[in-house]
T-cell receptor, first 113, second 112 residues
Framework: GENVEQHPSTLSVQEGDSAVIKCTYSDSASNYFPWYKQELGKRPQLIIDIRSNVGEKKDQRIAVTLNKTAKHFSLHITETQPEDSAVYFCAASGQTGANNLFFGTGTRLTVIP | NAGVTQTPKFQVLKTGQSMTLQCAQDMNHNSMYWYRQDPGMGLRLIYYSASEGTTDKGEVPNGYNVSRLNKREFSLRLESAAPSQTSVYFC???????????FGSGTRLTVV
């Protein structure tokens, strides 16, 4: 099945700086790549996603880029704020019709005020 | 509109006991999933149901069974709990092939 690797596992940035989280995937047939944010003790929540026919997508301070040739995708958060502190998970779709997702191991982002 | 509802929120079991985790969604989604979340390992798929009446194994199905009772409900059963099943369990649903998951609030299970 799909194998998703995520780096770094922890990331600390000063408030106002940018944060970048990177993921690689193994299955070239994967075509859907969402990112989830999970605050402590809460459920994962979808923050942005990208499909394989698009190279970049932005939503205010958040952007995702996809390089299908290299099989990697990245999350970019600009002008970070303390409320951005959370664990972020990338995921890639499997091949079955059920839209299965395979998740990375997560990045704990800490934004220092 | 409650989204995805899981019960119970917390549970402590003794080794060898059985229990069923319940999940229900009110978004008319076709697909439902059970994941477990362990520190440093992300979310791993246990079982999924692409549509009502079908279930399939995910990455880590051993020790679990599931039932897709109807379109709304998807339960996860531990027949004989083991300490290795101590984890946080999340149920999720999605509209097939459309977009991301909506997760439930999770069940924190401890097996002693």
């Amino acid at each position: 099945g799909e194998n998703v690797e995520q780096h770094p596992s922890t990331l600390s940035v000063q408030e106002g700086d940018s944060a970048v989280i990177k993921c690689t995937y193994s299955d070239s047939a994967s075509n859907y790549f969402p990112w989830y944010k999970q605050e402590l003790g809460k459920r994962p929540q979808l923050i942005i996603d990208i499909r394989s026919n698009v190279g970049e997508k932005k939503d205010q301070r958040i952007a995702v880029t996809l390089n299908k040739t290299a099989k990697h995708f990245s999350l970019h958060i600009t002008e970070t704020q303390p409320e951005d502190s959370a664990v972020y998970f990338c995921a890639a779709s499997g091949q079955t019709g059920a839209n299965n997702l395979f998740f990375g191991t997560g990045t704990r982002l800490t934004v220092i005020p | 509109n409650a989204g995805v509802t899981q019960t119970p929120k917390f549970q402590v079991l003794k080794t060898g006991q059985s229990m069923t985790l319940q999940c229900a969604q009110d978004m008319n989604h076709n697909s439902m999933y059970w994941y477990r979340q362990d520190p440093g390992m992300g979310l791993r798929l246990i079982y999924y149901s692409a549509s009502e009446g079908t279930t399939d194994k995910g990455e880590v199905p051993n020790g679990y069974n599931v039932s897709r009772l109807n379109k709304r409900e998807f339960s996860l059963r531990l027949e004989s709990a083991a300490p290795s099943q101590t984890s946080v369990y999340f149920c999720a649903s999605s509209e097939t092939r459309v977009g991301g998951y909506t997760f439930g609030s999770g069940t924190r299970l401890t097996v002693v």
